[in-house]
């Protein structure tokens, strides 16, 4: 791993003053934490305000973003303004990339930087993901897709560096959870947002809420079902896959604005709310 993150920092250093598009989570901490250790002075972490952005990430950037000790630029971004956003395509992600990105790009621009990096990382290669098709058209790049870093090897490091978000399980921005072609709205963000901090607040980490037509769905890994049994009231299904929720639990998610919750929590899926047989699921790194 030593001549990968040498390779980085010989690919960094080639770029000249840099713009890190950083968002709180994993791949952009990695990214800013590596910037910081070898182009101090030469490295602006630029973060949108975004109301897509899930509860975790504002937390870690709350909490690590003056840490890196590089000037921190905050840019608000209204995603849901974006019309082909709200609409909510099969390829949301690009035009929400688009726009989100333009801003970062300009605020760059503005400020001296010679490129804008983004934390798209080895293992994103094979992945659906339209929004990487925006960052190229922008002249956004992904040093550590370049350099071959995988979202392990970047948890290993921040480990070693001290960051508390290496084991931050991965995420998605919260338009994921409204099925393609249904509208995107703050109400309905709103409710999956209060859901899921709800159960996270249980101690899930993995955890998702789909909204669909204001129908609330819970999925969560393994390792989170089993705590959801854990909780009173809580049992897991006759074929011992998801777990039925307790009527307080159902009630709890109810009065955080869900019309209706399945009674039962399901395995997590990465992906499934997809249109056809490509994955919607688009984990950020901006």
Known sequence: MDSRLAALMKLL?????VGIGYSGGVDSTFLAAACARHLRGRAVL?????????????????????????????????????????????????????????????????????????????????????????LAELGVRSPLMEAGFSKQEERELLRLWGFDVWSMPA?????????????????????????????????????????????ARVSAAPEDLCRLARIDGCRRTPDGQGVELSPKLLDVLKNRGAHEVDECATPYIHGALSVGEKRTEVFSHA
Do not use: W
């Open 46 to 134: 630029l973060h949108l305000e975004n109301p897509l952005a899930t509860t975790p990430e504002r937390e870690a950037f709350a909490r690590d973003a003056e840490r890196f000790g590089l000037p921190v630029v905050r840019i608000p971004f209204d995603a849901l303004g974006e019309p082909e956003v709200a609409a909510n395509p099969p390829d949301r992600c690009y035009y929400c990339k688009c726009a989100g990105f333009r801003l970062l790009v300009d605020a760059a621009r503005e400020r001296g930087c010679d490129a804008v990096v983004d934390g798209s990382n080895a293992d994103d290669q094979d992945d659906y993901r339209p929004g990487m098709r925006a």
């Open 13 to 17: 250093n080639s770029m000249g003053a």
């Open 171 to 215: 995420g998605a921005c919260l338009a994921t959870r409204i099925p393609n072609g249904e509208r995107l709205s703050a109400k309905k963000l709103e409710v999956v947002r209060a859901c899921e901090d709800y159960l996270r607040g249980l101690g899930l980490e993995q955890v998702r809420v789909r909204l669909e037509e204001g129908r």
